[in-house]
T-cell receptor, first 111, second 110 residues
Framework: DGGITQSPKYLFRKEGQNVTLSCEQNLNHDAMYWYRQDPGQGLRLIYYSQIVNDFQKGDIAEGYSVSREKKESFPLTVTSAQKNPTAFYLC??????????FGPGTRLTVL | EDKVVQSPLSLVVHEGDTVTLNCSYEVTNFRSLLWYKQEKKAPTFLFMLTSSGIEKKSGRLSSILDKKELFSILNITATQTGDSAIYLCAVEEYGNKLVFGAGTILRVKS
């Protein structure tokens, strides 16, 4: 929040469709992260990027893809290969020796 | 496997009560422990703890870390209905990766 925007706020998808979630930041932080949150569970790391044009898989990367072409942007694509995509998706930004700050989130529902 | 365990999973108290939330961890490359408060949307940062035994305070909230026993507690005194939220504990590893616990759902009744 306060410089991190995620869109859309709510997203509905039919099974078999790919969807892309947007995350933009104007805080000039190098690192960006994508998390997934399910009821009764904490946040789980999907992908992260420490620098432009580079990213690494997190703990649950299967069925997701990302790109980091610009420092300000780190879009997440939920592909049809993700078996259970309904969840709350949070983007975060951070830098060395500092905490991570979260965007407002996107709630994805698969119909 | 790295893990962070929070307890209790949920808690209901009355306004004015004091609550203690627990977080234990097992991670390979500990760098810091963080507490977040999550209401309806994004988690908001509360505390970052790096050293054992040094209490951090912010108003009615305080937290302390024990790196020998691998746990942290978050205390909230004189609870208010506005304290109702999910409280998340996360451990930061070197490389800036966060490992989150499942969270404690706190509900404060008036």
């Amino acid at each position: 929040d306060g410089g991190i925007t995620q869109s859309p706020k709510y997203l509905f998808r039919k099974e078999g469709q790919n969807v892309t979630l947007s995350c933009e930041q104007n805080l000039n932080h190098d690192a960006m992260y994508w998390y997934r949150q399910d009821p009764g569970q904490g946040l789980r790391l999907i992908y992260y990027s420490q620098i432009v044009n580079d990213f690494q898989k997190g703990d649950i990367a299967e069925g997701y893809s990302v790109s980091r072409e610009k420092k300000e942007s780190f879009p997440l694509t939920v592909t049809s290969a993700q078996k259970n995509p309904t969840a709350f998706y949070l983007c975060a930004v951070g830098r060395q020796s500092d905490t991570q700050y979260f965007g407002p989130g996107t709630r994805l529902t698969v119909l | 496997e790295d893990k962070v365990v929070q307890s209790p999973l949920s808690l209901v108290v009355h306004e004015g009560d004091t609550v203690t939330l627990n977080c234990s961890y097992e991670v390979t490359n500990f760098r810091s422990l963080l507490w977040y408060k999550q209401e309806k949307k994004a988690p908001t940062f509360l505390f970052m703890l790096t050293s054992s035994g040094i209490e951090k305070k912010s108003g009615r909230l305080s937290s302390i870390l024990d790196k020998k026993e691998l746990f942290s507690i978050l205390n909230i005194t004189a609870t208010q209905t506005g304290d109702s939220a999910i409280y998340l504990c996360a451990v930061e590893e070197y490389g800036n990766k966060l490992v989150f616990g499942a969270g404690t759902i706190l509900r404060v009744k008036s």
